[in-house]
């Protein structure tokens, strides 16, 4: 498959804004709830129902410690979501979802994007739906965020459903995690090419296989267009 090899470098000269690269973990009574069954018929119900409000669509009531969705992703579907949080750090493996950006609520905007993630503290997750169908994206260990240079940590990863989950970890060629500045943002790089790419209106994006990941085009083609995208900090 041919690789287009250039395309606009990321701006450098952006002041950086700050925000904290720790995670918080979550608290161990949100699995004790999830496997409460309550003690009577009225207080069972109730439970379900609160459960009901908060578990993904095909995450049933008797899977524990899964994670819990502030509201549904118009993008995954409840088993994928099941699937992907298996490859976060185990500190995260239960923790839970608040959607903080989506195109679909926010418009097609990367200045409000990092908007919505100012203040945070803790680990993001960014899911792509095109306008092909394919569903892809990245996770980091940090809020997404304007920089001068590189950041993140070995944790962040590429994925892909295309249609079966593939994830793509990080390869210890280079540290080039994420970048950002006003005009675009990326995930991995090398040889300047990137991973995963998106232009500031959140649109037009690109993918190529870089040394961060060694990972496959993430799209069915290097050039893609977004139709749904989705920004979860993760706590």
């Given at each position: 498959?041919l690789?287009?090899?250039?395309y606009?470098p ?12 720790e ?16 003690a ?7 439970d ?9 669509p ?32 185990p ?20 200045r ?5 993630m ?15 169908g394919?569903?892809f994206?990245a ?19 590429l ?9 793509f ?8 995690f ?6 675009s ?7 300047g ?6 232009d500031?209106?959140?649109y ?14 993430l799209?069915?083609t290097e ?6 995208m989705?920004?979860?900090?993760l706590?």
């Open positions: 498959m690789r287009a090899m250039h606009s990321l701006v450098n000269h952006l002041n950086e804004a700050p925000v904290s690269e995670s918080s973990d979550e608290d161990d009574k949100e699995c004790e709830t999830c496997r409460s069954t309550g009577n018929e009225s207080s069972s119900n109730s379900l129902s609160a459960e009901n409000t908060c578990r993904p095909g995450i049933n009531n008797e899977d524990s410690c899964e994670p819990i969705l502030s509201e549904e992703s118009k993008v995954l579907l409840g088993e994928q979501i099941k699937q992907i949080s298996m490859h976060f750090p500190r995260l493996t239960a923790c839970t979802w608040t959607l903080e950006y989506s195109t679909m609520k926010h418009g097609t905007s990367l409000t994007l990092y908007r919505s100012q203040g945070l503290d803790c680990s993001t997750f960014i899911v792509i739906k095109d306008t092909d394919q569903v994206g996770f980091c260990s940090s809020p997404l965020r304007v920089s001068d240079c590189f950041y993140g940590t070995g944790e962040t990863f994925f892909s459903f295309s249609p079966e989950l593939q994830v970890k990080w390869t210890s060629e280079n540290s080039f994420v970048k950002g500045n006003l005009d943002f990326a995930f991995g790089g090398g040889r090419i990137f991973g995963l790419w998106l500031g209106d959140l037009h994006g690109r993918s190529h296989t870089c040394d961060t990941f060694n990972n496959d085009i799209s069915k050039d893609f267009f977004v139709h749904v989705e920004a979860w900090a706590k």
